[in-house]
């Protein structure tokens, strides 16, 4: 079965909000640009970067300025948030998608919002993404492109939850083998959920600051609408960034914890070691003493030599022993 070729290059999908309805209507996949504006309402179009032919697309898209147009099609991968009274456009983090509707991987969505149409554009599909597509075609409270660039934004906070959740487990179990006799010391876990949790404070601390600044622009630079969305989204960031910020302790805890751990094992076989080397230290004098090449060494014109040499090395260990108990070593 072969898909049909969609008239919208890179077209993934399109949703039309009907205000009459208050309802989201699925626009078919082989919609034309053209007519895609319309008097009433207004759409979501979601395209893929994979197809060449996008960036030459939305240059028709006339609502959208330069600085929007080069936003959408950006390959510069950084998170950035622009607004003007006509449009509000950036660059987002959000996390891939894998075949099994999980992943864990910084994914990049860029969009571009007027009162008329929002475009998101990303290169490799995205969780947030499916999730507010599922969220639409089951609600009427989102009633404005504004509206589906915060609940974008809401969702990929939602997905930064199952991810802290996901990452709260993996410390647990690491905890359980720090914590307990076990020969494993939990690194190799540590390790990438140390790396996930760190590009995660980094981006939502960026995030922050973008919606920050955003919202503190002044009335002839702002989008209408955004300073009372913005001040939402900072209050739900700043709610997954505190249990971001509290795993990153508890895993640089866990760390320390490891560290002790390695180094107290270290220090036991360092002791062990030492011990072993002050019991043969004795036995080896002895030893090299009755292997000097000289004349009239003792025991040597006795057929109980052996015997009385092997005593003295005995005696020789046993002296150790005795000096190292003396002196409250062992």
Same mark, same amino acid.
């Given at each position: 079965m072969e898909l049909p070729e969609p008239n919208i290059p890179g077209l993934i999908w399109a949703f039309r909000f009907d205000p009459a309805t208050k309802g989201w209507q699925s626009l078919p996949f082989d919609v034309r640009g053209e007519d895609l504006i319309s008097e009433e309402g207004f759409v979501w179009l979601h395209l893929g970067l994979s197809d060449a032919r996008v960036t030459s697309f939305i240059e028709t898209i006339k609502d959208f300025d330069e600085e929007a147009r080069l936003e959408l099609t950006s390959r510069n991968y950084r998170e950035h948030l622009s607004t003007t009274q006509q449009s509000v456009c950036g660059t987002l983090v959000d996390f891939q998608r894998g075949f099994d509707e999980k992943g864990a991987e910084i994914g990049w969505l860029h969009f571009a919002v007027t009162n008329k149409i929002i475009v998101t554009t990303r290169?490799?599909?995205?969780r947030s993404l499916d999730r507010v597509r599922s969220i639409l075609e089951k609600t009427t409270r989102v009633r404005s492109p504004? %509206?589906? &660039? =915060?609940?974008? !934004?809401? @969702? &990929?906070?939602?997905? !930064?939850? %199952?991810?802290? !959740?996901?990452?709260? @487990?993996?410390l647990n179990d690491i905890e359980d083998i720090v914590y307990e006799e076990s020969s494993q010391d939990g690194t190799r876990d540590l390790t990438p959920a140390r790396r996930m949790i760190v590009r995660l404070?980094?981006?939502?601390?960026?995030?922050? =600051?973008?919606?920050?600044?955003? =919202? =503190? @622009? %002044? @009335?002839? /630079? +702002? &989008?209408?609408?955004? %300073?009372? !969305?913005? /001040?939402? +989204?900072i209050a739900r960031i700043e709610m997954v960034e505190r249990d971001v910020t509290s795993l990153q302790d508890r895993a640089r805890l866990l760390h320390e914890e490891i560290n002790t751990k390695a180094t107290t094992q270290t220090n036991r076989h360092l002791y062990i070691l030492s011990i072993l080397t002050a019991f043969l230290m004795p036995p080896t004098l002895v030893t090299g003493f009755f292997g000097m090449n000289t004349e009239n060494l003792p025991f040597t014109e006795t057929s109980a030599g052996t015997f009385l040499a092997f005593m003295l090395i005995v005696a020789s260990v046993g002296f150790a022993w005795w000096l190292l108990r003396k002196a409250d070593i062992i």
């Amino acid at each position: 079965m072969e898909l049909p070729e969609p008239n919208i290059p890179g077209l993934i999908w399109a949703f039309r909000f009907d205000p009459a309805t208050k309802g989201w209507q699925s626009l078919p996949f082989d919609v034309r640009g053209e007519d895609l504006i319309s008097e009433e309402g207004f759409v979501w179009l979601h395209l893929g970067l994979s197809d060449a032919r996008v960036t030459s697309f939305i240059e028709t898209i006339k609502d959208f300025d330069e600085e929007a147009r080069l936003e959408l099609t950006s390959r510069n991968y950084r998170e950035h948030l622009s607004t003007t009274q006509q449009s509000v456009c950036g660059t987002l983090v959000d996390f891939q998608r894998g075949f099994d509707e999980k992943g864990a991987e910084i994914g990049w969505l860029h969009f571009a919002v007027t009162n008329k149409i929002i475009v998101t554009t990303r290169l490799k599909p995205l969780r947030s993404l499916d999730r507010v597509r599922s969220i639409l075609e089951k609600t009427t409270r989102v009633r404005s492109p504004l %509206d589906v &660039f =915060a609940l974008l !934004v809401t @969702e &990929f906070q939602r997905t !930064v939850l %199952d991810v802290v !959740v996901e990452t709260t @487990e993996t410390l647990n179990d690491i905890e359980d083998i720090v914590y307990e006799e076990s020969s494993q010391d939990g690194t190799r876990d540590l390790t990438p959920a140390r790396r996930m949790i760190v590009r995660l404070n980094r981006h939502l601390r960026t995030e922050l =600051a973008l919606l920050r600044r955003a =919202a =503190a @622009e %002044d @009335e002839e /630079d +702002l &989008f209408p609408g955004l %300073d009372d !969305v913005a /001040d939402d +989204l900072i209050a739900r960031i700043e709610m997954v960034e505190r249990d971001v910020t509290s795993l990153q302790d508890r895993a640089r805890l866990l760390h320390e914890e490891i560290n002790t751990k390695a180094t107290t094992q270290t220090n036991r076989h360092l002791y062990i070691l030492s011990i072993l080397t002050a019991f043969l230290m004795p036995p080896t004098l002895v030893t090299g003493f009755f292997g000097m090449n000289t004349e009239n060494l003792p025991f040597t014109e006795t057929s109980a030599g052996t015997f009385l040499a092997f005593m003295l090395i005995v005696a020789s260990v046993g002296f150790a022993w005795w000096l190292l108990r003396k002196a409250d070593i062992i």
